[in-house]
């Protein structure tokens, strides 16, 4: 049921090509991660719009296979808004 | 979704200025992460209402499909959608929060 850090980076470079993204296993459980992508595809959103984008990306993994992913967003060449 | 479980979300978040769906309660929260918004909210010193959705799984799924958002907790202020736990985290170190919680309190 778990997901390991390669899928999930293979599946959130698919939606943002441009991206630079760091995934921890947070309690090295194969659980519960972390996720820092900066990406230009986040320019102009709201954070909410951000991290559904993220979600999105993850096709409905989230909250299943996915049990917890931690999502921090930054634009790239922008603030950290 | 179910009308009913509509009705239940919009009703809570209508009478509901501060309105936490979370796993388990404010005070015995079930989760870590619904117990790191309910501590920031605490920490705030604010009233709010915690909807515990593991008392009931339509509520559960529903509030999901209801935000459109994945994962619980979802926080709720004057109706509209805040986020999770990352951007609620975010909101209070920024102060971001305490800015948003001025105008309605």
Known sequence: MAMNIKEIETLIKKAFPDATIDIQDLAGDGNHYSATIISSQFSGKSKIEQHKMVYNSLKGKMGNELHALAIKTKEKNGSTS | MDQQVKELIEKEINNNKICLFMKGTPDAPQCGFSMAVANILKILNVEFKGINVLEDQNLRE???????????PQLYINREF?????????????????EVLKKIL
């Open chain 2, 82 to 98: 805040i986020g999770g736990c990352d951007i609620v985290k975010e909101m209070y170190e920024n102060g971001e929060l305490k």
């Open chain 2, 62 to 72: 529903g509030i999901k499909k209801f935000s459109e958002w994945p994962t619980i």
